[in-house]
Structures are given as C-alpha cells and as structure tokens.
C-alpha cells in the first residue's frame, strides 16, 4: 500500500525559507514519479512540482518556477520541497502524490503538466506572513 507522509510545514514570516518533506513507503521510489500540490483556502489545488523517480527529472510550475526547489533521496524513499524568498501568497496546504504511470508529469508546449495522481498524503501546512 502506498503512503505518503508529508512534513516541514508551519508559520513562517515573508522572504524566509522553507523545506517541505514527503515520506514515501509502500512502492519503488525508482518506478514513481512524486509530485506537490497546494491548495490555498478558497482557491483550487495547483500542481507545483513533479520528479520522476525513474531518472531524477524535475518539472516546475510557472508559479514555482525559481523559488522551488524539488529533490529526491532514493535511499531514503523521501522527497522534498525546497521554498525560498516565502510569499504571503504561498500561504496554502501543500501536498505530495505519488503516481506509478509514466509519465505522470513532465512539460508539454513548455507548460507544466501532470496526470491525476493516485496516492495522496494527508497535506501540510504553510503559513507566510507579512
């Protein structure tokens, strides 16, 4: 059974930093790909981050695109959100999925693009103020 466990987040002021974890069991890093999610109140879940397990590629959001940082540890079965520069915007419940299709994510007209991602973690909260 996969499951994903999500940690890190928590309050935090504007311009800091950020590393969100999601722990992963249940199935072979090497044939997932992981991806984050966040959901801000009222607003609907946007796709941030996609690594393939596969070969370690990593796709981003515009939104994400030079704040975010995802890697993975494959010894591990752990994947991380690295956030910098902390918005109040990115004030959200961040999510990890995981997804055994390939590919489940990757970059399609130069936009980021994911496929619905069947295992979910239980999601962590970030908050920014100003």
């Known amino acids: 059974e996969v499951h994903l466990v999500e940690s890190g987040g928590g309050l935090v002021q504007a311009g800091e930093s950020l590393r969100l974890s999601c722990a992963a069991s249940?199935?072979?890093?090497?044939?997932?790909?992981i991806a984050w999610f966040r959901q801000a109140p009222g607003k609907e879940r946007e796709g941030v981050s996609c690594?393939?397990?596969?070969?370690?590629?990593?796709y981003y959001a515009d939104s994400a695109k030079g704040r975010f940082t995802i890697s993975g540890d494959n010894a591990k079965n752990t994947v991380y959100l690295q956030i910098h520069s902390l918005k109040p915007e990115d004030t959200a419940v961040y999510y990890c999925?995981?997804?055994?299709?390939?590919?489940?994510?990757?970059?399609?007209?130069?936009?980021?693009?994911?496929?619905?991602?069947?295992?979910w973690g239980q999601g962590t909260q970030v908050t920014v103020s100003s």
């Open positions: 999925a995981a997804d055994g299709n390939h590919p489940a994510c990757g970059y399609y007209g130069g936009r980021y693009y994911y496929l619905p991602f069947g295992s």
């Open positions: 249940g199935f072979t890093f090497d044939d997932y790909s």
């Open positions: 690594i393939r397990g596969r070969d370690g590629s990593t």
